[in-house]
């Protein structure tokens, strides 16, 4: 799993935290060191915020909170994978990659 973030950005530093609390492993991309990085972000995503979640064959660019945004990682981990049964038991917005 790859998270895009900006280091002061107090979103990403909330869902690390919560990442970290539920013992998950993660990759961090910072944007703005790696601009290259962003751009492929942009590409996927088609948006520029961050955080955004790069997880099995989805990007995640916009979610309701953290917290929500953690569930939906939990839910996709479980299953592996997004498809059409699991994308119904999400929250946040999901773009297949």
Same mark, same amino acid.
Do not use: F
């Given at each position: 799993?790859?998270?895009?973030?900006?280091? *002061?950005?107090?979103?990403?530093?909330?869902?690390?935290?919560?990442?970290?609390?539920?013992?998950?492993?993660?990759?961090?991309?910072?944007?703005? *060191?790696?601009?290259?990085?962003?751009?492929?972000?942009?590409?996927? *995503?088609?948006?520029?915020?961050?955080?955004?979640?790069?997880?099995?064959?989805?990007?995640?660019?916009?979610?309701?909170?953290?917290?929500?945004?953690?569930?939906?990682?939990?839910?996709?981990?479980?299953?592996?994978?997004?498809?059409?049964?699991?994308?119904?038991?999400?929250?946040?917005?999901?773009?297949?990659?």
């Amino acid at each position: 799993m790859k998270i895009y973030i900006k280091p *002061s950005c107090p979103y990403c530093i909330r869902l690390l935290s919560l990442l970290d609390d539920a013992a998950h492993t993660y990759e961090t991309i910072d944007v703005l *060191s790696h601009p290259d990085q962003n751009e492929e972000m942009i590409k996927k *995503s088609g948006q520029r915020g961050v955080p955004e979640v790069e997880i099995a064959n989805v990007i995640i660019p916009d979610y309701v909170t953290e917290e929500t945004l953690v569930a939906d990682i939990e839910t996709i981990l479980t299953a592996g994978s997004v498809n059409e049964e699991v994308m119904k038991k999400l929250t946040s917005t999901v773009i297949y990659i």
